[in-house]
């Protein structure tokens, strides 16, 4: 008994591609550059929205800033006291943070400020205090700054310049770790002291204030008795943040977008062009196969089979160069549509995030519709009179 | 046994105009009886050895081979037919020329996913018959006509049909190659099959090998 799958066919088929080498060669590279673009996409979207989900999750519910003249100015620490009395509240942070930029790399370091005693906003600002030695200035940095320091030669120290243009050395006293590779990338931990010093920032003032709230439910409502309290401020919610992550997102996938209809177009023109006719040369072979007894099943597995090899092939080597291309070239050119500010933000790592519903979306947008255009032509000639195709 | 009664078959050019290529054929070769069908180019021999290999259905009418109604075949049971009980020899071979000679040949057992012991077999049967051992790995495009020719040959025998069709088969060879496939005419007809030829070329006519020869004039028999 022979078992069901003929290899024959098979070996014909691939011996019809090998014939067509050329033409095959072609139309498996383009493919698999389109399922290569399509990929990429699609790997990059989701591994930033994983990181911007982390990032946004990892938020306090409230963040409260001073607004003068419609721009961000530091806010008086007393503020804390008062928003600390307000029903609902569980704790409330005065933030010492801002940008640093290195003149030498043309990129932006985000400086974060911890005190000691502190109960910290975030988990891995735990790891970081740790970290730290409150003793002197030292700080901890993401593996993004670390990179750029070790490029410049600074590998156990770093000398900020300060407004006034006197130096301030602090130590490099390990690697910090966020919680998300987009957060963590760039940024220095170190005492607020130090922060303050490097930003020249009075000891009663606070880049801005986080505030926790017991009952997620009351976050709107605790957000407008800060509101009420404070009128001159800026008080952001989580859901606020939310919002303004997706716009910027949702702002910049629209060249995604473009990107992937450009994708798309040019695979329906091939598979129109392939699904509109075959060539005087294919029909004929088709008519030569029916008149010396192949079914039309037997012509169309055959047929199938070429279509599957080129679209599986084309689909298998498109993932691959794109997952090589995002996770270990870390996707240059497309990434930085996205991460923006390239000109001045470290690079940082994608996070590998592969769900099988993206895989799955590709294949089903690659092959079963190259087969169909590889079928319906051939099935065309071949339910045609034998006679009639190779007279 | 063939059997052609009251066949008509147009055809359609261009999509409007209709011709009329046979007119009202009847037909009858018995199982071992070898058949010349002459004519002018046009006359309708083509068509008629289409209609007996099932490769078209006539417009009226029926073909009968061995007690089957092939004219009703639905399509896959015409293939099964072709596959099985009909050996095919094209005027211009219709061979699939980047393939090789062995490739070619085997063409019609693909589909039957047969153990590769019996496709040698049958293989080598034919390769050896019709003298083309040779040149079973060549390229068929790089053969001569007559070599060309035996291939097709080979290929319309592999499955040892009882009947063979040849359509014009001497009109792309010279005489001496001519010669030779009516020497293989004579082996197949030795071992009992039943052969339709179709062509104008006076070699054919009063061949002693020839049970009968059927002359077609603009679609009818004469």
Do not use: C
């Amino acid at each position: 008994m022979r078992n069901k799958i003929n290899l024959y066919v098979i070996e014909y088929a691939i011996n019809s591609l090998l014939r067509q080498k050329y033409k095959t060669f072609f139309v498996t590279f383009i493919l698999s550059i389109l399922v290569f673009l399509l990929s990429s996409l699609f790997f990059i979207t989701n591994s930033i929205k994983y990181e911007l989900k982390s990032t946004v999750d990892s938020l306090p519910e409230i963040t409260v800033q001073k607004i003068k003249a419609g721009r961000h100015y530091d806010i008086d620490i007393s503020v804390l006291d008062e928003i600390l009395q307000i029903t609902g509240v569980e704790s409330a942070v005065a933030r010492v943070w801002g940008y640093y930029y290195f003149e030498n790399a043309g990129v932006n370091f985000s400086i974060v400020g911890l005190d000691e005693y502190e109960e910290q906003y975030k988990n891995s600002f735990v790891e970081a205090v740790k970290g730290l030695d409150f003793s002197k200035p030292s700080m901890v940095v993401g593996e993004g700054v670390k990179k750029i320091m070790d490029k410049n030669y600074y590998r156990e120290y770093f000398n900020f310049i300060k407004p006034d243009g006197t130096l301030k050395r602090v130590d490099i006293g390990g690697l910090f770790k966020g919680e998300t590779e987009l957060e963590s990338n760039d940024v220095i931990v170190m005492s607020k002291e130090s922060v303050r010093e490097i930003f020249d920032m009075e000891e009663s003032k606070a880049t801005d204030i986080v505030v926790r709230v017991a009952n997620f439910n009351e976050v709107a409502k605790v957000a407008s008795k800060i509101k009420l309290l404070y009128p001159d401020s800026r008080v952001i919610t989580k859901d606020d943040l939310k919002i303004s992550y997706q716009n910027i997102f949702d702002y910049k996938s629209g060249l995604f977008l473009a990107l992937f209809v450009v994708s798309l177009f040019t695979f329906f023109i091939i598979v129109y062009d392939k699904a509109s006719g075959l060539s005087s040369e294919q029909k004929r072979e088709i008519g030569i196969l029916k008149a010396i007894g192949w079914r039309v099943n037997d012509v169309l597995r055959e047929k199938f089979y070429e279509g599957f090899i080129v679209s599986f092939f084309s689909y298998m080597m498109g993932i691959i160069l794109a997952l090589a291309f995002v996770y270990i070239l870390k996707a240059p050119l497309l990434q930085n549509i996205f991460t923006g500010y390239s000109q001045l933000k470290t690079s940082f790592n994608l996070p590998f995030v592969l769900d099988v519903q993206t895989l799955a979306l590709i294949f089903f947008l690659s092959v079963p519709i190259y087969i169909a255009a590889t079928i319906i032509p051939s099935w065309r000639s071949a339910t045609l009179e034998a006679d009639e195709v190779i007279r | 046994m063939i059997e052609l009664k009251e066949i008509i078959k147009e055809y359609q050019v261009n999509g409007i105009d209709t011709v009329m290529a046979l007119r009202g054929i009847n037909l009858y070769v018995r199982s071992g009886e070898l058949v010349v069908l002459k004519g002018a180019s046009g006359s309708g021999k083509s068509t008629i050895l289409s209609l007996i290999a099932a490769l078209s259905k006539p417009t009226s009418g029926e073909v009968i081979v061995n007690g089957d109604r092939i004219s009703k075949l639905p399509d896959n049971f015409a293939s099964d037919f072709r596959r099985h009980s009909i050996g095919f020899v094209f005027q211009k071979y219709n061979l699939i020329p980047t393939l090789s000679v062995k490739e070619n040949i085997i063409l019609p057992l693909v589909p039957m996913n047969l153990e590769t012991r019996d496709i040698e077999d049958k293989l080598s049967r034919v390769l050896k018959m019709f003298h083309i051992e040779h040149k079973e790995n060549q390229l068929v495009k790089n053969l001569s006509g007559g070599e060309q020719q035996r291939v097709a040959i080979a290929r319309a025998n592999i499955n040892n049909p009882q009947i063979i069709l040849a359509d014009e088969p001497t009109a792309n060879l010279d005489e001496k190659l001519s010669l030779h496939f009516i020497d293989i005419l004579k082996e197949l007809k030795a071992e009992g099959k039943t052969i339709v030829v179709a062509t104008h070329d006076p070699l054919f006519f009063g061949l002693n090998i020839v049970d009968r020869e059927i002359e077609i004039y603009q679609g009818s028999i004469v």
